[in-house]
């Protein structure tokens, strides 16, 4: 008979145990159905630890398109296996849970995009890639934080550009590359919530610490960054920088990489946000769990489903993604219609 005190020690290592089988069962399902796994960087660690591949949305995508699996499963959130899936059409995609949407969708309805759009014809609409498949149909590019000052750069001097749906990114871009864009009015409700005053104070604090920021920041945040970029340009500044102080204003999910690329003694300090909720969390990468990821992989659902029409319509504006990235030549239309 175990007295209490046994009882109580014993509790965290039938966890451990428990969470080891699960971790087993995912591995090996994964191999018997020749599934590709791929997951976001603001994925939990464990998560993270368990997939192919790890990445931003931009690296995501291409690695999509380098698999030779039949069935992808991303854990991330759903728009960015709706990309997955717009350039691999033929595969299926599976996601951990089909409510893992993204704020930035969300304030970029369709028919309310769709009317932005027609406002502005002859216009290209660059789109950030946290947006609905609807909203890539009747977008002429779709970027990345990683790629797009080179997809902007790419595109006429002469020609108006419709930036959205993140206006901080979109402010960012506009000032960095010194042109004029129209900016839809959203924002990450992740990364706005990061305080810049505290930021400031905090900054004080690590006089030595290199403060890292995500564009998506709002821009009284960004003042105070020695590096603004994309979540794996975020990365290659902890892995190369040999500074052992880093204040990194993006999801925490992040660090977790941070750690992984750096043996040394580095001090990673989660910047500040409003009040003290520890709301930049994403709350909806952390929908994903090994449990919902086991069913998925059990199940082969939930199944992202699109019809064929849209598939075509968005693919359109994916692909001129990756060709300007990759320096293929690209033609841009005269005008909305």
């Not at 997939?51 to 960015?80: R, Y």
């Not at 009284?220 to 052992?244: C, D, F, M």
């Not at 750690?259 to 009040?275: C, F, M, T, W, Y």
């Not at 919902?292 to 359109?316: F, G, Q, V, Y």
Request: net charge negative; hydrophobic share 40%; charged share 25%.
């Amino acid at each position: 008979m175990f007295s209490k005190a046994d009882r109580y020690s014993t509790i965290p290592h039938i966890m451990y145990l428990n969470q080891n089988s699960l971790k087993e069962d995912i591995l090996s399902l994964k191999k018997e159905k020749n599934v590709t796994f791929l997951a976001h960087y603001y994925e939990d660690g464990e998560i993270q630890d368990l997939a192919d591949k790890v990445g931003d949305s931009f690296f995501l995508a291409k690695e999509g398109q380098k698999s030779e699996s039949q069935i992808i499963l991303l854990a991330g959130v759903v728009f960015m296996a709706e990309s997955v899936k717009i350039l691999n059409p033929t595969k299926k995609v599976i996601v951990p849970d089909l409510d893992a949407g993204c704020s930035l969708v969300k304030e970029s309805p369709y028919e309310d995009y769709l009317k932005w759009r027609r406002q502005h014809p002859t216009g290209i609409a660059v789109t950030y890639i946290n947006s609905s498949a609807e909203v890539k149909a009747i977008s002429d590019v779709i970027v990345t934080s990683s790629n797009a000052a080179a997809i902007i750069d790419s595109i006429p001097k002469d020609r108006p550009i419709l930036f959205g749906p993140d206006k901080n990114l979109g402010s960012f871009l506009s000032k960095k590359l010194n042109r004029e864009m129209i900016l839809w009015p959203g924002s990450c409700e992740v990364h706005i919530l990061f305080s810049a005053k505290k930021l400031y104070e905090l900054s004080l604090q690590y006089p030595k610490a290199v403060v890292l920021a995500h564009p998506e920041c709002d821009p009284a945040v960004l003042q105070y960054a020695h590096v603004i970029g994309s979540t794996s340009r975020l990365l290659e500044e902890v892995e190369k920088n040999p500074a052992t102080q880093f204040i990194v204003a993006t999801e925490p999910g992040i660090l977790h990489q941070m750690k992984k690329s750096r043996h040394d003694n580095v001090e990673l300090i989660e910047a500040p946000q409003e009040g003290s909720c520890g709301c930049n969390n994403c709350p909806y990468m952390k929908m994903n769990t090994l449990e919902k990821i086991k069913n998925a992989l059990l199940t082969e659902t939930p199944e992202i489903k699109m019809d064929s029409d849209l598939i075509n319509r968005a693919s359109i504006s994916l692909q001129r993604m990756m060709d300007i990235t990759s320096g293929k030549p690209v033609t841009w239309p005269d005008r909305f219609t």
